[in-house]
Nanobody
Framework: QVQLVESGGGLVQPGGSLRLSCAAS????????GNWYRQAPGKPRELVAA????????NYVDSVKGRFTISRDNAKNTMYLQMNSLKPEDTAAYYC??????????????WGQGTQVTVSS
């Protein structure tokens, strides 16, 4: 079955670091763009970082540039989000997903279950 399984969330103090992992199975992960989203209570889901299928291109929301790094290891069917210099504003549920878009306009989209990151002193 198709699955994205996240790990690495938790409670951390401001200025600390966490690394989130997302393990993919049941589909050809190396053909998909990878994304990390986050959602805080009462706020819309926000795209945090994106990485191309081969890992050659990345993009970040301005608020995390210089602090977060998205990466992937296609041989291990896994992508990561390294989170440094964490701030209370980073507190949210974090979700990974994988996307393939077709010329027909259709998309194939898979989501992980979410993992909670809480930044608090």
């Amino acid at each position: 079955q198709v699955q994205l399984v996240e790990s690495g969330g938790g409670l951390v103090q401001p200025g600390g670091s966490l690394r989130l992992s997302c393990a993919a199975s049941g589909f050809t992960f190396s053909s998909y763009t990878g994304n990390w989203y986050r959602q805080a209570p009462g706020k819309p889901r926000e795209l945090v970082a994106a990485i191309s299928s081969a890992g050659s291109s990345t993009n970040y929301v301005d608020s995390v540039k210089g602090r977060f790094t998205i990466s992937r290891d296609n041989a291990k069917n896994t992508m990561y989000l390294q989170m440094n210099s964490l701030k209370p504003e980073d507190t949210a549920a974090y979700y990974c997903n994988a996307v393939m878009r077709f010329e027909s306009g259709r998309s194939s989209i898979y989501w992980g279950q979410g993992t909670q990151v809480t930044v608090s002193s």
